[in-house]
């Protein structure tokens, strides 16, 4: 299958790309190689004879009429986004562009092309904050940062394309995702740096926060399940069942190092920071798909 994967030299995106070509799939990666995305990333298969790349942003109708004509792209998973919550605080402009606008010109060009199956690659954060229970696919949306609004406008569009036009979309809403290869600004992955330099660890608010964290190979494989099974017009969580404090998360970090938890340094919380993220992950499981990874092992 041909196979196009925006944001292809990000974090997510890279594991997913890596993950069809060992499946066997030609994948084209579409990438505008901002600040996180990194060729860095897929430097072990940029060789590969099933993989090409392509420097271009999403928002460019022209580029992505030829491409999706060029390669003959049977199926689309749109991983390209501005990803932050505290970029989009200082920058909201650049995720509305990015996250719907870009969004809207990808999806209209793969439906001109007769594109069979589109996968929109989404976040838990557009549910807002669930302080009980947690978000069915069928929940009202309540994003409470330009980040999780730019996602639910991009949501919303790609949904329209299933009940307007009929065109194949299926989304995916992932919870909080770590791995390999994450841009070194969230969470983890500061953390991490942050401690092996002994530098401190900036905790937002109380560090009460709760978030259910999914490794980055979970995800992608849910990425693909639903891309291959999901039903057309159909929302599916994809969540890690690793509900944790970010206290904890923090200590837990300072454990697997050595390290002190005098690091931990409490900072004043951002505005709109949502107390907890939950999803309920039934119908993705009841498709065949369900997490591997514990999180101390990951």
Request: glycine share 12%.
């Given at each position: 299958m041909n196979i196009l994967v925006t944001g292809g030299a990000g974090f997510i995106g890279s594991h997913l790309v890596r993950r069809l070509l060992e499946r066997g799939e030609q994948v084209v990666n579409l990438d505008a190689l901002k600040y996180s995305g990194n060729l860095e990333n897929l430097k072990d298969v940029s060789s590969h004879s099933g993989y090409t790349f392509v420097h271009g942003?999403?928002?460019?109708?022209?580029?992505?009429?030829?491409?999706?004509?060029?390669?003959?792209?049977?199926?689309?998973?749109?991983?390209?986004?501005?990803?932050?919550?505290?970029?989009?605080?200082?920058?909201?402009?650049a995720f509305a562009q990015t996250d719907v606008v870009g969004t809207g010109v990808l999806l209209e060009a793969a439906r001109r092309a007769g594109v069979g199956r589109f996968l929109q690659v989404s976040t838990d954060e557009v549910y807002g904050s669930v302080e009980t229970g947690s978000s069915t696919e069928d929940d009202p949306l309540s994003p409470r940062s330009p980040y999780s609004a730019g996602k639910a406008g991009g949501d919303l569009l790609a949904l329209s394309y299933w009940t307007t036009y009929q065109f194949p979309v299926v989304l995916t809403r992932g919870s909080n995702t770590y791995g390999p290869n994450q841009y070194p600004e969230k969470f983890i992955p500061l953390f991490i740096?942050?401690?092996?330099?002994?530098?401190?660890?900036?905790?937002?608010?109380?560090?009460?926060?709760?978030?259910?964290?999914?490794?980055?190979?979970?995800?992608?494989?849910?990425?693909?399940?639903?891309?291959?099974?999901?039903?057309?017009?159909?929302?599916?969580?994809?969540?890690?069942?690793?509900?944790?404090?970010?206290?904890?998360?923090?200590?837990?970090?300072?454990?697997?190092?050595?390290?002190?938890?005098?690091?931990?340094?409490?900072?004043?919380?951002?505005?709109?920071h949502d107390r907890r993220y939950s999803v309920d992950c039934r119908r993705v499981r009841a498709l065949g798909w369900e997490p591997t990874v514990p999180c101390e092992e990951g």
């Open positions: 942003d999403i928002g460019d109708a022209t580029l992505a009429a030829a491409l999706l004509r060029d390669h003959r792209i049977e199926g689309v998973i749109n991983c390209a986004a501005e990803t932050h919550v505290d970029r989009s605080i200082l920058d909201p402009g740096t942050n401690a092996i330099d002994d530098q401190p660890l900036p905790l937002y608010g109380d560090g009460r926060n709760r978030r259910d964290w999914l490794s980055v190979y979970d995800h992608c494989a849910g990425i693909e399940h639903v891309f291959r099974h999901g039903a057309p017009g159909c929302i599916y969580n994809v969540g890690g069942g690793n509900e944790r404090e970010n206290i904890d998360v923090a200590r837990l970090i300072l454990k697997h190092l050595g390290k002190s938890n005098s690091l931990i340094r409490y900072v004043q919380d951002r505005p709109g």
